[in-house]
């Protein structure tokens, strides 16, 4: 059971702000917790099943934050962004001033699920290679694609950067033009080189899964949801196949 927090201390952890700003929230009566103004910012409150509202927004408290978004096209997964907007800026602003990052990044005309948390040692296990952590791409291709290619991807490709192969684990192909591939590496435009490397492109590219948490089909474009403990461990499935 987690021990119980000042309700500064919790508005603070959360992300609205400095511990100051946060008390001078609820002396300003814009704090509710479970659904009932709080008055004290040093009240002692417990952490289970913590419903707040802050400024009237809902707000379910998170001792760690883990979140699945659904990123759309033309957004870049940096902080400082150099050619597109990014995409922290369609995030509610307590997640970005708790200091969520992104678990491996998308390509800016990438789209699909990304993980994104402010637990450094979920980060790290979620992108070590070791952990055999697969990711499912859904490639759509200018030209159609061969068995030789998908031979060569599940073969091993060799990219310039690196002597060492990267391999597709699974390689499935859903329409002539469409590939369903799963990788377990994160190497720069790994999928697009793969891609260039075998001798066909990427017009498009969607992540529909990682581990065995597939993308939820009411999660729309640009929108995010909170990861609960189920779905933390369907993310950290290590699959080798579709
Ligand atoms: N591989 C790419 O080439 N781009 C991505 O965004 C992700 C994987």
Known sequence: MAKPLTLEKILFS???GTRRYCSDLVYADLVKVNGVLAEDPEEKISTENLQLQVDG???EFHEKAYIAFNKPTGYECSHKTSHHPSIYGLLPQ??????????????FDTTGLILMSDDGQFIHKMTTPKKNIGKIYEITTPDPITQKQIDHLLGGVVLDDDPKPCFA??????????LAMTIV??????????MAAVGNHVASLHRTTIGAYTMPSDLPEGEWRWLYPDDLVQLGKSVDAL
């Not at 684990?169 to 469409?178: F, G, H, I, P, S």
């Not at 590496?185 to 793969?194: F, I, L, N, P, S």
């Open 14 to 16: 959360q992300g609205f």
């Open 57 to 59: 927004e809902d707000w």
């Open 94 to 107: 307590p997640l970005v001033e708790r200091g969520i990052q992104c678990v491996g990044r998308l390509d």
């Open 169 to 178: 684990t699974a390689c499935v192909q859903k329409d002539e033009k469409l």
């Open 185 to 194: 590496e994160g190497r720069y435009h790994q999928v697009k080189r793969m």
